[in-house]
């Protein structure tokens, strides 16, 4: 969405990689530019009964003219609205073109060599949650419940944070890599990171666009078995229905914001290492410029595609099926500037990663016709691109 970046030379954003530092920095990488933000000229906290976009937006304006260069406000915003976001204006802001690393020219090093595995929760009681799901959806009026679970990993060594960070950018050059400082107990530092393919919603100018996704498919090391599953995914009725209701909640809430709204009629196919997906790309063009990147992506979240529909039923049946708290897994990370442009994509493909602690997440669209052995094999696919990243993809199948 930045224009000037398209230009700056990859070399520039490889630098910036190597200039992050955990508990520091926050990072935030697209096919089209590179930010690293630096240091920190203001908290932004959001007190209750407040405008989350309005606090942000004083906050840029009061930032005004105390750096050589307009501010920004970067972090995360959690799953759940009630509780705190993580925003800050930093003190620098980095910019470089698009980041590459090739895989044949710098092989990945392995974030841990020693580790204990727990699944949260186990995997036949993730099951035994889809069938609470669709008995949930067959009694009353949800449609849709989004059901994830977690892989907690625990190490006797550090993990390193930038390197799991690079080697993510390494292995999904086509997706958003991004790492934010999320907070955590007693003294520890917290960092989300992840390679999110889904961009919730990026505003430039009165430009604005959002690229929904639903329904998948794990990838095949198979040429021929890869092309069958992507044809597959792409024809399955259950599937297509999963998209449509995704769809026509981000059409219907970016609605009131445009003047103009573009909405493909028929899905079509994107793909990660790891995974296939139905993706629409919704565009639109802005009713009023003094609406913000933040206002619309929190007008969005969250997406049937990370919570269900209706969004309140679907919440609370998460709340009473899931047995961990999402924390800041499926909120949204970005970026806003103070002239309302930005970038918020999905929190998913991520890790909260904490000293010598790692807890993976990975979740799936729960609606009539999903089979509880075919939730379990999505949430164990959408894994690998952590687990790849962290030099486990052999023992992938084994969590």
Not at 27 to 50: D, K, V, Y
Not at 164 to 190: D, H, I, K, M, V
Not at 343 to 358: D, I, N, P, Q, Y
């Amino acid at each position: 969405m930045i224009n000037e970046c398209d230009a700056a030379p990859a070399v520039y954003a490889a630098e910036l990689l190597d200039e992050y530092r955990p508990g520091e920095s926050f990072f935030f990488s697209t096919a089209r530019h590179t930010m690293l933000a630096q240091g920190s000229c203001a908290e932004i906290r959001c007190p209750a009964g407040l405008n989350l976009p309005d606090v942000v937006a004083s906050a840029l304006g009061n930032a005004l003219g105390l750096a050589g260069e307009p501010p920004v406000a970067v972090g995360a915003v959690p799953f759940d609205s009630a509780q705190q976001a993580r925003l800050r204006i930093p003190a620098q802001v980095l910019r470089g073109g698009p980041l590459r690393l090739p895989l044949e020219h710098a092989p990945q090093r392995p974030v841990l060599t020693s580790y204990a595995a727990r699944s949260v929760p186990e995997p036949a009681e993730h099951m035994r949650n889809v069938e609470r799901a669709l008995a949930i959806m067959a009694a009353g009026e949800v449609r849709k419940i989004v059901l994830a679970r977690t892989l907690e990993l625990e190490s006797p060594e550090a993990v390193d944070v930038h390197q799991l960070l690079r080697n993510l950018a390494q292995r999904n050059p086509g997706s958003y890599t991004f790492a934010a400082e999320t907070g955590g107990g007693r003294g520890q530092r917290c960092t989300m990171v992840g390679a999110s393919p889904e961009l919730l919603v990026a505003r430039s100018g009165t430009q604005v666009i959002s690229n929904p996704l639903a329904g998948s498919a794990a990838r095949s090391p198979d040429q021929a078995e890869d092309k069958r599953r992507a044809a597959a995914l792409l024809a399955s009725a259950k599937d297509r229905r999963e998209h449509a209701v995704v769809v026509e909640a981000v059409a219907a809430a970016l609605r009131p914001f445009c003047r103009t709204l573009d909405v493909p009629a028929e899905p079509s196919l994107i793909s990660t290492p790891t995974m296939w997906h139905l993706s629409t790309r919704v565009t639109g063009e802005l009713l009023d410029p003094a609406i913000s990147s933040l206002t619309l992506a929190l007008a969005l979240h969250p997406t049937p595609a990370v919570c269900g529909t209706p969004t309140a039923q679907a919440r609370e049946a998460i709340r009473s099926i899931e047995p961990f708290d999402r924390g800041f897994y499926s909120g949204v990370v970005g970026w806003c500037d103070a002239e309302g442009d930005g970038e918020w994509v999905v929190t998913l493909r991520c890790a909260e990663v904490a000293e010598r602690a790692v807890r993976l997440f990975a979740g799936g669209g729960i609606v009539p016709g999903s089979r509880p052995e075919a939730e379990l094999a999505e949430t164990s696919a959408k894994f690998r691109t952590m687990l790849q990243a962290m030099g486990l993809g052999q023992e992938a199948k084994d969590l």
